[in-house]
């Protein structure tokens, strides 16, 4: 998507450069990288620079790595916040983090936005910037952020030791008679590995399915997946791997319905980590829509 002019930034080129290309790598240390994601053309990019010629750059390249201080997305619950973490209860529909510095809806933003927090004023090719482990834009629930950039390194690199529970539920067509104990091997497929399939080679995925709840009428059950590695899409494709997909997922639903399913129902309930010998629980009680699919009046009234 094109930078709009109103995110532009000026600059006088004082010295005579041979191309622009050169003036962004030379004067403004620009990756070539950084360069071809600029939106700007490869004409506009060998064009020769007269001095004192005015240059009209786009603001996602010259705040690459940044995080915009404005938030307009939806609201988002902190659920808990002390010296190190702070957990939120992400909402569906909104991603972790921003590609580009115009982008003011991500959960990085609304962090900026809200808290004094000086790691996200500054720039970082890492983009998830405190961020402990990743969310599905579609996925809601708990959301952990690490306010000390050293110890967000630290408990990254070691998360698969300190998450000693990852339980989401989820809302899956059909009914499941009992708990299931699921083991599959993942690659990625399609345009870009956008999806993730079922194959004989790949990474190790292995899931803990438990019915809590089922509607007889709408021929739905609330299930609670308890979530050993993490691999991108793992509940998603797993669970419609053996015939339960979730509700509103479209990637792997075939039922799929985009003017009736009002989201994905899926929704990281809750996480417990054991850091320095000490486990914490966070809770997520809130999942958005989840009720109303469901016709309960409380979704901890069968899930707790």
């Known amino acids: 998507m094109a930078t709009k002019l109103k995110h532009n930034n000026n600059f006088c080129n004082l010295t005579e450069k041979d191309t622009l290309k050169e003036f962004l790598k030379g004067e403004l240390h620009f990756s070539n990288k950084a360069i071809k994601t600029s939106y700007i053309s490869k004409v506009a990019l060998q064009s020769h620079l007269a001095p004192k010629s ?11 790595y940044h995080v915009n201080p404005i938030y307009t997305g939806v609201a988002i619950e902190v659920i808990y916040e002390d010296d190190i973490f702070i957990v939120l209860n992400k909402p569906q529909g909104i991603h972790g983090h921003p590609m580009e510095y115009s982008e003011t809806n991500t959960v990085l933003n609304f962090m900026r936005d ?3 927090l000086p790691s996200l004023g500054n720039p970082r090719s890492d983009y998830e910037k405190g961020l402990l482990y990743r969310l599905d834009k579609l996925t809601s629930g ?3 952020y690490i306010k000390d950039e050293l110890i967000h390194e630290n408990l990254r690199n070691s998360f698969s030791q300190i998450a000693k529970e990852k339980t989401y539920l989820a809302v899956v067509s059909g009914k499941l008679e009992e708990s299931l104990h699921l083991t599959d091997r993942l690659v990625s497929s ?3 590995g956008e999806k993730m399939i079922v194959n004989d080679v790949g990474v190790e995925a292995t899931l803990k399915v438990d019915s809590l709840y089922y509607h007889e009428r709408k021929n739905l059950t609330l299930v609670r997946v308890t979530l050993n590695e993490g691999h991108r899409h ?5 669970l419609s791997n053996a015939g339960l997909p979730i509700i509103g997922d479209p990637l792997y639903n075939e039922e799929y ?6 989201r994905l129902y899926l929704h990281a309930f809750q996480y417990c980590l054991d850091v320095n010998g000490h486990t914490t629980c966070f809770k997520a009680e809130k999942a958005d829509l989840f009720c109303d699919l469901l016709d309960l009046d409380s979704l901890m009234d069968v899930a707790s």
């Open 54 to 64: 005015e240059l009209y750059l786009p603001r996602d390249l010259l705040n690459r």
């Open 114 to 116: 809200h808290f004094n």
């Open 142 to 144: 708990v959301l952990i």
């Open 190 to 192: 399609g345009i870009k």
């Open 234 to 238: 793992q509940i998603r494709v797993q």
């Open 257 to 262: 319905n985009k003017e009736q399913d009002k």
